[in-house]
Structures are given as C-alpha cells and as structure tokens.
C-alpha cells in the first residue's frame, strides 16, 4: 500500500500547490498536471501487480470515528478499477493542461486542477475503502469535487443550472447509500465490509433495491440518468472524459462490491439487473440519436454503455443463481472488461469532442462539417472512437460485448426456459444497441467531419496542440491494442471474476481460455480482412501512378450552385429512426414549409426532451413544492424561534434513546 498512498499524497500536495499558484496561470496548471500525472502512475502500480497476482495488499488504521476503523484493501475488483481510474485520469490531466490554457486571463486555474486531483482522489478511496463511513466520505468528497468542475464556467446560466441538477442527484443517491450502511452496520454491529455476516434474503433484499438506486444514480441507470446530459456538457471536456469514463463507474464498482457482501442472489435480483440494463442501453442510445449536441450525444452514451454493463452484470449473477459456471464467468467477464472498454473509447471521444468544441466554439452537430481536412488527428482518432464504441471487431469495444452475447447464446442453448427467455432478451436488446449505436456515430461522424463546412465556426477549425494530439492517440493506440490484445486481456480477469463468483480459479481460468481461443480467430480474420483492404488501396494507388486521374464534383442533381446547406444534416440523417421510435422519443417539431411559387425561407426544427424528465422529475418536483410550501409559517424570521426548534429537536431525540 506504501505506492498507493504515496500517490494520494503526491496528488493531494499538488493539488494545494496549484492552488496556492493560482495567481500564476502556467504555473498553476503545470502543477496541477503534473502531479495529477505522477500521482496517477505511483498509484497504478500496485494495481496491476494485484491485477496480475490475485493477492490483496490492505492497512488498518485506528481512528476516533465510531463503528469500524480506517481500513482500505486492494483486491483483484479493486485493483481492476483503479487501472482505469488513473490511467485516464493521467491522460486528461495532459489534455487538460492545454484545452485550460485559453481561460489563463480570465481564470484562476489552480482552483479546477486542485478539485480535479480531489476528483482523482475522492475515486481511489471509494473503491478501496473498506469501511462504511470511510466509503461515504470518499464519495461525498468525489461528488463534490465533481461538483465545482462542472461549474467551472459558473457565469453561463447553463452551466449553474447543470450544477444544481447533478448536486441534488447525487445527493439523493447518497441519502439511500447511508439507509444502506445504517441497515448494514445495524447487523454487522460494525462498517467494516469484512465483519457483515449472513443476512435474512428479506434485509439482503432491501439492501440490494437501496445499493441498486444509491449506486444506479451515480452509474446513470434509467430513470436516475437526467443529471448526464446537463453535467457532461457543461463541465470542462477534460472533466467530462473523467466523468464519464470512470466516475460514474464508481457506481458499478458500489453495486458489484455490495453483491459480493449480500451473499447467494434469488432470482429477481438477476431479472431486475437485466431490465434495467436492457432498458437504460435501448433509451440510451435512442435519446444520443436525437440530439443536437455533440457532448450530449456523448452523454447519452454513457447511460446506454451502463446498461450494456449492467446487462452482463445481470447475465453473470443469473449464472451464480442458476449454477451455470459458464454463465457467470462470461457475463461478468464482459460486463467488467466493458468497464475498462468504454473508459478508454468513451474517453477518447469526449476529449475529441472537446477538441472540436475549443477550436470552433460551438458542439452544435449542425453547424460542423468537413472539419477533418482542418483536424486530421482529431478526425482520425474520433474515427477509431466512434468505430469502437458501436462494438466493430478487432477493436476493444468489440471484446467485451461479444462475451456477454457468447454468455447468452450458451444459456439459451444448454439451459432451461428461464435461461431461453433472458438469453433471448440480452441478444435482442444488444443487437439493437449496437445497430442504433452504429447509426448514431456513423451521423455524428459524418454530419460533424465530413462534407463540407456549414457555418463559419466550422470554416475557421484548426488542429489542437501536441498535448492534446498525444492524449487522443493514446486513448486510440488503447482501443486498437485491447482490441487485437484481447485473448490475452481476456484472461486477466480470471482473479476477479473467481472473486466475485467464488467459482475455483482454475474453472475460471478453464473457461475463460476457451474463450480467448474464439476471439484468437476473430481478431485474426480481422486482420486479414483489414490487410487486405489496404493491401488494395495501394495496389489501386500502384495502378493508378502513370495514369492521368481527373477529378470533379459530385453530381449536384441539375443545381448550378449548390451550396453547404444540401448536405444531410443530423436531423435529417437520423429521421427515419426518431420517427420510428416516436413513440420513446416524443419528438417535438416546429415546421415553417415552403410556401408560393417562389418560395422564400423554410425551417424545420426539432427538440427531443427526456422523458423521464419531462413526464416524472418535473411533476414530482412541482408537487413537493406545493407541498412543502405550505410549511412556510415555521419561518418567522426570528433566531429564538429556530434555537427552540433545535432544543425541542434535541428534547425529542434524549427522550427516545432512553425509552
């Protein structure tokens, strides 16, 4: 544990170093990146030795806060965590030291890189931590760090009011998290993850809906999503890679440690896990291919490569319940490997967006196109991002979403009718994922860098700087390499899903290898299929080198100027399947049609609210003000009025502890 901490400690000195240079902008980020850098690599250290070893490194400190002691683990689930955690964080943070440079006159830019090294700090301690009121402490400090990046532009009324939405979520997910650990402590008698014993199925019950709405708010599950697509846009694009990447993971990282503690899981519990994934993956993507905006889209994402996580989720416990070892190791195998893939693609694509969004000023889709002539790195990395995230073999988004379908496919065939009907569900629904998810991307690619420029903010795009450049070909470089490295990444999971199934590590391994075998040929005719397509665009260009090759414009259909606005447009592009879906998406159109024999100008706009904003958040939150006004009376202005609410408070509270 000596590296781990010394990490902390790097990140939390460089942190109040950043701070104290705030006056000094370069200085200030320099610091702050470095140390959110050095403190990411020291860290990681231990992770992947655990990672790869299966052992645990812990330390347990006596401290004065009661029921439990400071005690903090590394085990394989842990370890498998925080390699994403700090690898990303380290990426953004160079990323970051660039996209930040633009606000040094107008800033103080120690205050973000010292919450931004919170932030790092607030998501280590949350999935090391082994005692409740530690945990709880750690994730409070991780919300709100969160908190004041995502208001970092704190002037746009936007931005404030994203803030307001994610730290009112956040903390209702937090008020069923302490239930959970008050419930949880009263049958252990102590918060140390370690002492809870076995518990009724009636309590194990109660405390997985509380672990499944506490968690599912921070991971994003339907309906306790409607804070991503405010927060993710609004916090700065370095931030938000974060956020999304690995951040809302802590919430998986909750939900897969309390099933470890909860014991043998019924039926339902597997049921519940694969409805919610279904549900949050198909509405996910559904919602990103309806917008506007390029990091919205990118939010919406997110919740829908949650549900995919929790799909697999849901598929390994059916396995644990059912007894099928193949079951449980494929479905959990794959719902934490995606946890891995999506930090690492959906991280690339934030920070790509981000790149787009700084050199242009705008993350309006409609008003982009043509931009990878001006952006060439940035096009191409977004490319492989974009490819990766609709799950297209070999790159890495792939290798996890094949397992949970080999999973389901093996349940269908070798087991009983509720293994035929789950398994029907998560093929389904995973196909219809990955080809709404292919279609989104194949839109926000094509509408944002190719064609030709729609508006003057796409005309004047330039490439970024070499500290942004680098982040995205890491990131990329990762997907290619988890990708076409996956029968070995495959294996590596071997400890963690034993861990969680308490299947016997060989039997995992057993498995495990028969599938690394399988995706050995796949990435193999992938290959070959890539090969020889290049292999054939350089004999074409071979072919074509003493030849005079004319070119032209493309056919105009009789139009002598034709001009950008042409051009698909995200809206048009993604029609067909909003109005398919209409009834999900409950598009709302404003028209103004051609009119006369020479028409003048026509529009067409289109707005897609949230549905469980519009239809549930809104008239719950108008009631409870209704209601809670009438309570104005107690308000009378005066302080002796309120300091005896507080002694009555207190009265009540001495009189009920010694009844």
């Known amino acids: 544990m000596t590296l781990f901490f010394g990490g902390l400690i790097i990140l939390l000195v460089g942190g109040f170093a950043s701070l104290l240079a705030g006056r000094r902008p370069g200085l200030a980020s320099s610091l702050g990146a470095a140390s959110a850098v050095l403190g990411s690599m020291v860290a990681v250290i231990p992770a992947f030795r655990i990672l790869s070893n299966g052992l645990t490194e812990s330390s347990r400190l006596r401290w004065n806060l009661p029921i439990g002691s400071f005690f903090v683990q590394i085990d394989p689930l842990s370890a498998m965590f925080l390699i994403p955690i700090l690898g990303l964080s380290a990426v953004a943070a160079i990323y970051g030291a660039e996209y930040l440079s633009i606000y040094r006159e107008k ?25 409740g009121v530690l945990f709880l402490v750690a994730w409070e400090i991780m919300s709100l760090a969160s908190f004041f990046l995502v208001t970092f532009e704190y002037e746009r009324q936007m931005v404030c009011r994203a803030g307001c939405i994610y730290l009112i979520a956040t903390h209702i997910g937090t008020a069923f998290l302490i239930v959970f650990f008050i419930l949880l402590g009263c049958q252990a008698g102590s918060l140390d993850f370690d002492a809870v014993p076995p518990m009724s199925s009636s309590l194990a019950g109660v405390l997985f809906l509380l672990a499944v709405v506490g968690f599912g708010t921070k991971a994003g599950f339907m309906p306790l999503h409607v804070w991503l697509p405010y927060a993710h846009p609004a916090a700065p694009s370095h931030v938000s890679a974060v956020m999304s990447g690995v951040m809302i993971k802590t919430g998986i990282y909750g939900l897969v440690r309390a099933l470890t503690i909860l014991g043998a899981p019924p039926a339902w519990w597997c049921w519940l896990l694969i409805a919610i994934g279904t549900v949050s993956g198909i509405l996910g993507v559904l919602f990103a291919l309806a917008q506007h905006d390029l990091k919205r889209l990118l939010a919406y994402h997110s919740v829908e490569n949650i549900g995919i996580i929790t799909i697999g989720l849901g598929v390994g416990l059916l396995g644990v319940n059912m007894n099928s070892p193949t079951l449980a190791v494929l479905g959990f195998a794959g719902g934490l490997l995606h946890v891995v893939n999506h930090a690492v693609f959906k991280g690339l694509l934030f920070l790509g967006a981000g790149t787009v969004l700084r050199s242009t000023g705008t993350g309006h889709i409609d008003l982009l196109g043509g931009i990878i002539k001006r952006m060439p790195w940035t096009g191409l990395t977004f490319l492989i991002g ?156 071979r072919l074509l080198s003493g030849r005079c090759v004319r070119q032209a414009v493309t056919w105009d259909c009789g139009y002598a100027e034709p001009s950008s606005r042409m051009q698909y447009t995200a809206t048009s592009f993604a029609q067909p399947l909003t109005d398919l879906f209409r009834l999900f998406l409950r598009t709302h159109k404003t028209i103004s049609p051609p009119k006369g024999v020479f028409p003048g100008e026509s529009t067409l706009h289109t707005e897609t609210e949230d549905i469980c904003e519009r239809y549930v958040y809104q008239p719950a939150f108008k009631w409870i003000s209704s209601a809670l006004s009438g309570l104005r009376w107690l308000q009378h202005g005066r302080l002796q009025v309120y300091v005896l609410y507080i002694a009555l408070t207190l009265w009540i509270l001495l009189i009920w502890k010694l009844m």
């Open 107 to 131: 800033r103080n830019l120690g205050v973000p890189w010292f919450f931004y090294n919170l932030l790092v700090i607030g998501m280590m301690l949350v999935v090391v931590a082994r005692n």
């Open 386 to 541: 974009s490819m990766a995230i609709s799950g297209l073999p070999p790159l890495n988004g792939f290798v996890s979403e094949f397992l949970i379908y080999l999973g389901a496919f093996k349940a269908g065939l070798t087991g009983g009718s509720e293994a035929v009907i789950s398994a029907l569900i998560v093929i389904g629904g995973l196909a219809l994922i990955g080809g709404l998810a292919l279609a989104c991307f194949t839109k926000a690619f094509g509408v944002v860098f190719l064609g030709h420029p729609r508006s003057s903010h796409a005309e004047q795009a330039q490439e970024g700087g070499w500290g942004m450049k680098s982040s995205l070909v890491i990131l990329a470089a990762l997907c290619i390499l988890l990708g076409v490295l996956s029968p070995l990444v495959v294996k590596s999971a071997a400890n963690i899903v034993s861990e969680i199934t308490s299947l016997p590590l060989e039997q995992v391994r057993t498995e495990l290898a028969t599938v690394s075998t399988v995706l050995m040929y796949v990435v193999i005719a992938s290959l070959i299929l890539l090969g020889t397509v290049v292999f054939l665009i350089i004999l074409r260009k």
